[in-house]
């Protein structure tokens, strides 16, 4: 069944928008007249892929976040300055060094040109614009604020490029240390301990247990490489199968949670990421249960989806978001009693704003801490790999020079 963008004022004369499925326009409108809102405009909101991206598959079909942030800083400045949308996306297009994203722009200039609406338009191209894009396009479009629209997500997206950033740069040093004791041990099991093996075995001295283990571990790896190899690959093609499908997903995404030391904190960027989500959505102006659903498409974490799309079903049952929160067991007792007080004063926005500001800097806080946090645990298996390698291969070397001497 087809999906609907609507517009519609509500009985006390709000405009509100939203989405919407039927099977005809015409359905749409009887269905908002039948909750009392007085329908402006219906849209077939399509959400496939342009025409002209078929043909363009065999470019790669990437756009990074940083050109998304670039765009939407570039057209709020070319809105204000009250260039056409579709000069101004063309312009874009034409300028870009991403052919595919060029290639992409371009059609969505060639469906304005046709007189197709802005957020039906970047619609047709999922995998570049998102449904969080979309729907804020779509509101800023039917509201006149299109240049705010612009400038809330080119925020939002320069914010989620400055998550992953931080993120990157605190885990950079623990990734590189855990990747270097992976080198290490290969190269000790496959170079390095077959050269003492056979030192050993010309001496025939007998050899302590921690040594002969050692030795039954480099024989494995020595013989049984290529096997390793194919078990390697096969398991990674099975994990991306397995979180592929949507149970999959969710038990990923939820053991991710419970992670030591980083599980608490992906916890947060996820908690923070909503907050903001759904501050940004409620102030664009979009319908509660539609704004829920939005957030829970962008929040980036399948196990905690599902527990948003729950609480969009009781609050269509009637209940109020913060029951739902509540009964979500998602947030601390500072954010659902921000929560509260912002249903009752009507500003919702802006206290989960200040909500999506507090679990900012808990994770900034635990990002500087996390290599501080790592380095035991770092320390500890450097700390093992030098003794496994003293026990199993230096104790028998020092006991085979008393025998020569």
């Known amino acids: 069944m087809p999906r609907y963008a609507y517009s519609a004022k509500e009985p006390g004369g709000e405009k509100v928008s939203g989405f919407r499925q039927g099977a005809s326009a015409g359905q749409v409108a ?21 025409p002209s ?5 065999w470019l790669r079909p990437r756009v990074q976040t940083s050109e998304l942030v670039v765009f939407s ?31 992409v722009l371009l059609d969505v200039a060639a469906n304005l040109e046709a007189g197709m609406d802005i957020a039906s338009s970047l619609g047709r191209h999922p995998q570049v614009f998102g449904e969080l894009f979309v729907s804020l396009i779509h509101v800023g479009e039917n509201t006149g604020r299109l240049e705010e629209a612009f400038r809330r997500i080119s925020a939002y997206l320069t914010m989620e490029a400055e998550t992953r950033k931080r993120i990157k740069s605190a885990t950079r040093y623990p990734m590189f240390v855990m990747l270097s004791i992976g080198v290490a041990i290969v190269v000790l099991n496959i170079f390095v301990i077959p050269a003492f093996a056979g030192v050993f075995a010309k001496y025939g001295a007998d050899l302590p247990w921690q040594t002969q283990a050692i030795l039954v571990v480099s024989d494995a790896f020595v013989t049984y490489w290529p096997l390793g190899l194919m078990l390697l690959a096969a398991g990674i093609y099975g994990f991306r199968r397995f979180v592929s499908t949507q ?23 996820y908690l923070a990421r ?14 509660l249960n539609q704004g829920l659903r939005i957030v829970a ?15 969009r079903d009781r609050v269509e049952r009637g209940e109020n978001v913060t029951t739902t929160a509540q009964a979500a067991r998602m947030f601390s007792p500072v954010v659902l009693q921000m929560m509260a007080v912002g249903e009752e004063t009507g500003n919702m926005d802006e206290l989960l704003a200040q909500a999506a500001a507090f679990y900012e800097e808990e994770v900034e806080y635990d990002l500087k801490n996390l290599t501080d946090s790592l380095e035991p645990i770092l320390i500890s298996a450097i700390a093992g790999l030098v003794l496994i390698m003293a026990l199993g291969v230096f104790l028998p070397l020092w006991d085979l020079s008393s025998v020569a001497r």
């Open 73 to 103: 800083h570039q057209m709020t400045a070319l809105v204000r300055a009250g260039i056409s949308a579709v000069r101004a996306v063309r312009t874009l297009g034409e300028s870009s060094r991403n052919g595919y994203f060029a290639e």
């Open 247 to 269: 149970s999959g997903r969710i038990r990923w995404d939820h053991s991710k949670l419970g992670l030591p030391v980083v599980g608490s904190l992906f916890e947060r960027i």
């Open 30 to 50: 009887q269905e908002l007249a039948a909750t009392g809102m007085v329908p402006l405009q219906i849209n077939e909101f399509v959400t496939h892929q342009g």
């Open 53 to 57: 991206a078929r043909h363009l598959r």
């Open 274 to 287: 909503f907050c903001h989500t759904f501050a940004m959505v409620s102030r664009s102006g979009v319908a």
């Open 297 to 311: 498409s962008a929040i980036g974490n399948e196990y905690m989806a599902q527990k948003i799309l729950r609480m």
